[in-house]
């Protein structure tokens, strides 16, 4: 942890180093000694003091001064630093407004000039006061500080992503901090605040950021430090995590682009009880963590908060191209960009996104709902997962499911699981018709299908997982897809024993193979792949093993 800091503030620059000679000789080997001349300038220096996440442990200020009195400097300052100890240096005509101050601001203390010896008349006074500070101030946190409102949506868009990339942050409401509110509108002095403001440990901070600048920040790695690979693998799910961690085992140069975060729709889960060698289960991002690691050591690069916009192929290489206007070439080409959660068309729904209604997990704003009820859209293990996390905070998860019953796409495990929590309610044949609410939601309605009567479901928080969309755009006119845009592999381009149009090779395209030879596909994107995280994760193994024989015949 940085030093706390002292700050001394005296406009006469003689008593000023006086006492900034004393605390250095008495506090430096704990405390950082912080002097300034003026009020204006003093308060500028708390504020960077502030945004650095560095405490304040005392405040010593002389009360007569041209600018603005050391009271009316304590009471701007005690916005910032409200627990730091408050010490007035006064002449004798003062010794009433000091007095005064004690009720007005709660000054700790005030000292009378000149204070020599300071070994009797300062050090023992002050070490009273910081020994006080010491045991009853927290620590302040020494990470990112992302500050921000509940309902805004880009805010919930940082917190998903740094929470997604594992990189610790503290959450500040400024609705509910005013130290914080106080912090932010300084600013912008003038318009409009625009949210999410993040707070660095270096003092510097960033307004309602890109991800690629936030992700450059935070120190995840965004560009390539080659211009071409072996093997380049698009998507970081457990599919293209599985074909990192074999692709660099066996020697091939790998890099892996995530636009997100690495650990893809998986990453997300609270739990998963189903993968092997987990007895007790493992949360998705535990999960994601240990890929990471493993595939960093054995020399894969991870590029995060890059998007794959487009695709080429010029034998016999192939080249992506970056959303940064960067391009990659590679021998072979792995898609795994998996899928997203399908997008509801009911109205208020997109104009609450974010603001109370979230695509998936979500599992950065699960607290904020301690003791609401929340209601969970989807019937899959996805949405099973999420209720039982959402279960441990919300006084009532609603589970509205628009199949007849959970059999039909639900693990058994969970569905067991589910029925045995007094607070998850499952709401068969059920299907949310619009979403209410100004700024943020307050309510739903849904249809009951086998009634055909609607009802009111007052919440504050709805969960969607409601389908899958794949992420197979950029490969959009290069490769064969199927109507919903899913890719279609190995046997399933053999029409009546015939290969794709174009298909030049004297043989049949691998399993995993798609229509251009050299490029594959593995996981969740494509056509028919079993939507279990052990899967993903064994087709990404898989496919290296084809890359292999395919870079033999080329």
């Known amino acids: 942890m940085a030093k706390p800091v002292i700050l001394i503030l005296d406009d006469e620059p003689q008593v000023l180093n006086a006492v900034g000679r004393d605390l250095r000789a008495h506090f430096r080997s704990d405390y950082r000694i912080v002097s300034s001349g003026a009020g204006r300038e ?10 650095r996440g560095t405490p304040v442990a005392l405040l010593l200020v002389d009360q007569r001064m041209p600018e603005m009195t050391g009271v009316e400097f304590l009471t701007e300052a005690q916005k910032l630093f409200p627990d730091a100890r408050k010490v007035l240096l006064t002449a004798y005509a003062d ?7 004690i009720n007005k601001i709660g000054l700790d203390y005030y000292l009378m000039k000149p204070w020599d010896p300071p070994e009797e008349n300062l050090f ?52 509910k901090d005013a130290q914080t509110r106080t912090l932010v509108e300084a600013l912008f002095t003038e318009g409009s605040i625009h949210l999410p403001v993040l707070f660095f440990p270096d003092g510097s901070s960033l307004i309602d950021p890109p991800l690629s600048d936030l992700a450059l920040k935070a120190g995840l790695q965004t560009v390539a430090t080659a211009p071409f690979y072996d093997l380049i693998i698009i ?32 990453g997300t889960s609270s739990r998963i009880e189903n993968y092997l060698g987990f007895p007790k289960g493992l949360t998705g991002s ?34 992506v191209q970056l959303n940064d206007g960067t391009e990659l070439g590679c021998h072979a080409l792995v898609v795994a960009a998996g899928v997203t959660t399908q997008k509801l068309n009911a109205p208020g729904v997109e104009r609450l996104t974010g603001a109370g209604i979230y695509y998936g997990a979500a599992l950065t704003e699960a607290a904020s709902y301690r003791d609401e009820t929340m209601c969970v859209v989807g019937g899959a293990n996805s949405a099973g997962q999420g209720a039982m996390f959402f279960a441990r905070y919300a006084s009532k ?43 943020q939601l307050q309510a739903i309605t849904v249809l ?84 279990r995280v052990a899967a993903a994760v064994g087709e990404g193994a898989n496919v290296v093993s084809q890359v292999h024989q395919y870079l033999r015949t080329v």
């Not at 003093?42 to 945004?51: G, H, I, N, V």
């Not at 880009?154 to 610790?168: E, G, M, Q, Y």
């Not at 919903?484 to 009546?496: C, E, H, Q, S, V």
């Open 42 to 51: 003093a308060l500028d220096a708390l504020r960077q003091l502030k945004q």
């Open 95 to 101: 010794t009433e407004a000091a007095i005064a101050s």
């Open 448 to 531: 009951n299908h086998d009634t055909g009567e609607t009802r009111r479901i007052e919440t504050r928080a709805l969960f969607l997982f409601i389908g899958a969309v794949p992420h197979s755009e950029c490969v959009a006119g290069i490769v064969e897809r199927n109507t919903a845009g899913f890719i279609l592999t190995g046997p399933d381009l053999m029409i009546n024993g015939q290969r794709p149009k174009g298909w030049k090779l004297q043989r049949d395209p691998f399993l995993l193979e798609t229509s251009v030879p050299g490029i594959f596909a593995a996981g969740d994107v494509r056509q028919g792949a079993t939507r």
């Open 397 to 439: 998860v609603n589970m509205l499911v628009r199949a007849s019953s959970l059999t039909k796409s639900m693990s058994q495990y969970l569905i067991d699981q589910i029925a045995g929590m007094p607070n998850i309610d499952v709401l068969t044949r059920h299907t949310v018709e619009e979403a209410h609410g100004e700024n």
């Open 286 to 319: 535990d999960l994601a963590t240990r890929a990471v690691a493993q595939a960093r050591r054995l020399g894969a690069e991870i590029l995060t908060a890059r998007e794959v916009v487009g695709v080429r192929v010029e034998d016999p290489y192939r080249y």
């Open 124 to 175: 023992p006074i002050l070490d009273d006061l910081l020994g006080d500070w010491w045991a009853t101030t927290p620590l302040p946190f020494e990470g990112i500080r992302v500050a921000g409102t509940l309902w805004s949506s880009t805010s919930h868009n940082v917190k998903d992503f740094l929470a997604r990339n594992r990189i610790p942050y503290q959450w500040l409401d400024i609705e």
């Open 235 to 266: 998507g970081g799910g457990p599919a293209g995590l599985g074909a990192a961690v074999y692709g660099a085992s066996e020697g091939l140069k790998t890099v892996m682009i995530e636009r997100e975060a690495t650990g893809g729709q998986a």
